[in-house]
């Protein structure tokens, strides 16, 4: 007797298929649905328009102070007190730092007896002049002597004030140059001091974008810790580029805006010759994988073509291929839509 073999074959379920696929494993296709035959969408569209777009170069530069002031000392003598740290908020006419005035003080001490012998010889040769003791030369060199004196001790009360240091203006001590025992000697700052209150942005402008810059120009200012940009006003340019860099130092005066510190970095926005480009929102712009897609209006029917983007510009993109000035896209329910489908524009 002979035993029947049964031969079994795969079996092809049946599952829900995407629209457009054909099924190979069954050997069956499913045909695509004609998309005229779908119902029309209402969308709303806009024209793709070329648009003038000014361009900007950023350029880094700092936040500094407006007034800013290295205390140096008049006298060489040694620092025998420092009474500030950088921070200090300090108001003008503070004192800063007290030098050793005991040098200075004596000699103050000396030209003070030595006008006073001045004064007294003065007084006596008064009365012998007008005895006719002694001659007019003779009381002329008193005079003089006595004169010399007293400039010289206005001069020694006016060293002895440089032994104290004091803040010139209202404001904060960034930097803190010199220790107690130090030699203070003219020409080496102690301290540092800066307004908090008055700012500016220092930035060195490259010579082939100088000429866009202006004095009283606005010029958009973006620091990391500020959320919007600020709009800074040129106060100053420098008359010639410095050799080296072959830049111009421009500085910008700044609002008070809350978040802005002394030495911050950023970014001033130079504008430079713009360009005309075709620009839609960017919400128009179908992104699948890396290809990016527009649904162009034709005859009341959206089809699918590929572009090439460009710069985004705030909420719109620029379009560099793929669609004509004056072409309407499809700017919405692009989810909802397929290659040749009727639209109805709203």
Known sequence: MKTLKTISYPFCPAALVLVGLSLTGCHREVPLPAAESLPAVAVSVVAVESRQHQAFEEVVGSVQSRQRAEIEPKVSARVERILVSPGSVVKAGDLLAQLDDREIQARLDQAAATL???????????????????????????RARQRVAQASKVEAETMLGYTRITAPFDGVVSRKLAEVGDLAIPGRPLLVIEDPNALRFDADIPEALIGRVAVGAGLRVSVASVNEPITGRVSEIAPAADPQSRTFRVKLDLPPVSGLRLGQFGRVAVPVEGNAA?????????????????????????????????????????????????????????????????????
């Open 278 to 346: 075709l620009r839609v929102p960017a919400s128009a712009v179908l992104l699948r994988g890396q290809m990016e897609m527009v649904f162009v209006v034709e005859d009341g029917t959206a089809r699918l073509r590929l572009v090439k983007t460009g710069k985004r510009i705030g909420d719109e993109v620029e379009l560099l291929s793929g669609v004509e000035e004056g072409e309407r896209i499809v700017a919405s329910r692009l989810g909802q839509m397929l290659d040749g489908q009727p639209v109805q524009v709203q």
């Open 116 to 142: 006073e012998q001045a004064n007294s010889d003065l007084g006596r040769f008064v009365g012998l002049l007008k005895q006719e003791t002694i001659t007019q030369a003779e009381f002329d060199a008193v």
